[in-house]
């Protein structure tokens, strides 16, 4: 079992940045695929970024393509997610999730669905005002 606790969510005004933090429980953080989601009010769960098992793939949605910047760090267990240039249209909650993956695969591949994660976080609230 992965417990995922996500952080550093809160009311910013548009323009702004927040860094998101997921620290993971576990011994076996380097095998984990990671990946950020976030879910607004009566919408469905969408993708927002992802990151290899080795770090050295990411991924973004359109949305934020250019303004967020994914990253881990496996020695603290934690991922991050770096969001400038906040517009209203990032206000959701934001998840954190994870996939296992075979240690002895390449551990360069991303993930960008839903169902393809084992593990979830409880989110974090990110609140953008103009």
């Known amino acids: 079992q992965v417990q995922l606790v996500e952080s550093g969510g809160g009311l910013v005004q548009t323009g702004g940045s927040l860094r998101l933090s997921c620290v993971a429980s576990g011994r076996a953080f380097s095998n984990y695929a990671m990946g950020w989601f976030r879910q607004a009010p009566g919408k469905e769960r969408d993708f927002v970024s992802a990151?290899?098992?080795?770090?050295?793939?990411?991924f973004y949605a359109d949305s934020v393509k250019g303004r967020s910047t994914i990253s881990r760090d496996n020695a603290k267990n934690t991922m991050y997610l770096q969001m400038n240039s906040l517009r209203s249209e990032d206000t959701a909650v934001y998840y954190c999730?994870?996939?296992?993956?075979?240690?002895?695969?390449?551990?360069?591949?991303?993930?960008?669905?839903?169902?393809?994660?084992?593990?979830w976080g409880q989110g974090t609230q990110v609140t953008v005002s103009s």
């Open positions: 990151i290899s098992r080795k770090g050295d793939n990411q």
């Open positions: 999730a994870v996939r296992m993956t075979d240690p002895f695969s390449s551990g360069s591949f991303y993930y960008k669905r839903t169902p393809e994660y084992n593990y």
